[in-house]
């Protein structure tokens, strides 16, 4: 009896899991298996593709070759949009850590009932489309904006300072659009914070630096782990902000797999660099991982 209730418990459980399961094929393994089929196929003349195996996709990844001599060299131009998405990337994350790290101890550190109106601030960006808010960013840093219109008036500078259509512009769009990603699980680790522990580091005369660097962000760097981790993916493959703020000149790996997918008519590229993007992708969670594991196992 009691195997028979168990297999019967079994097959509910997987009745159960069937509707989750069908979603995750056809919904999200199917379109990937599509992608990586289409990448080693041979391109259309005017899009799409021709059923006929290549690898010449993958080799145009990195490499190009020469139309007359056949000449082999490195595919400069996409590796540049590599490392201008990867530097902008790290930057991004970078300047949402500067930035949120405060604002998640300044909000951690009010009193219970003031938190969740400071963090009702941080979510309701949120709330509007993201082409607003990069066309909000592009109104404060063009030439005619908020900021070189302040500048100007101050005396501080006699003309308007280039910032529009620059990798600096992309970064700033980017670190606005996704601070809040970096604050939330900040925030959320400093939370649990037991500031006992603070007031003791202090009675102990350790200076304010030290409290931070050896207190505070070892208990808060899970949340700093994570937080990296979900600016630092969408960063990679964004499309919409370098597309408004880059004005169309300085790409990134989203816009350089849209233009082969659109302009370039070479759907098996597009599909390449697709994957090219989810393997750096998947690295960048693999260390996350990792990392997690370290600090269980030093828990």
């Known amino acids: 009896m009691a195997g028979r209730a168990d297999t019967a418990a079994a097959r509910r459980r ?3 899991l069937t509707p989750a399961l069908l979603v995750l094929i056809f919904a999200a393994s199917g379109p990937l298996l599509i992608v990586v089929v289409y990448s080693f196929l041979t391109p259309g ?20 070759r020469d139309f007359f001599d056949e000449t082999v ?13 990867v530097k902008l990337s790290l930057m991004t994350t970078l300047a949402c850590f500067i930035f949120g790290l405060p604002t998640a101890y300044f909000i ?31 109104e404060i840093i063009r030439n005619e904006g908020v900021v070189n219109t302040f500048l100007i008036n101050m005396g501080v500078i006699q003309e308007p300072i280039q910032m529009l259509f620059t990798d600096f ?11 809040p990603l970096m604050v939330l699980p900040i925030y959320a680790s400093l939370e649990r914070l037991d500031f006992s522990l603070v007031e003791a580091s202090y009675d102990l005369y350790a200076r304010r630096w030290r409290v931070l660097r050896r207190v505070i962000l070892p208990l808060a760097k899970p949340g700093m782990i994570a937080g990296s981790i979900l600016v630092f ?8 902000t370098p597309r408004v703020l880059g004005g169309g000149k300085n790409l990134m790996l989203g816009n350089l797999i849209e233009l082969q997918f659109g302009q370039g008519r070479n759907w098996p590229l597009g599909a390449a660099l697709s994957i090219t993007l989810l393997a750096i992708v998947m690295v960048a969670l693999l260390i996350y991982v990792r990392q997690a594991e370290r600090e269980g196992s030093h828990g």
Do not use: C
């Not at 003349?45 to 190009?64: L, P, Q």
């Not at 951690?108 to 808010?133: E, S, V």
């Not at 993916?233 to 919409?240: H, K």
């Open 73 to 85: 060299t490195w595919n400069d131009a996409h590796l540049s949009i590599f490392w201008r998405s």
């Open 14 to 16: 997987w009745l159960l």
């Open 108 to 138: 951690a550190t009010r009193p219970k009932g003031q938190r969740d109106f400071w963090m009702l601030l941080i979510i309701i960006p949120f709330w509007t489309n993201l082409l607003i808010r990069t066309f909000a960013v592009m």
């Open 233 to 240: 993916v969408p960063s990679l493959g964004a499309y919409v």
């Open 45 to 64: 003349d005017y899009g799409g593709i021709e059923w006929m195996f290549s690898t010449d996709a993958w080799f145009n990844v990195v490499a190009s």
């Open 169 to 179: 512009a992309i970064m700033v769009g980017m670190t606005y659009v996704y601070l």
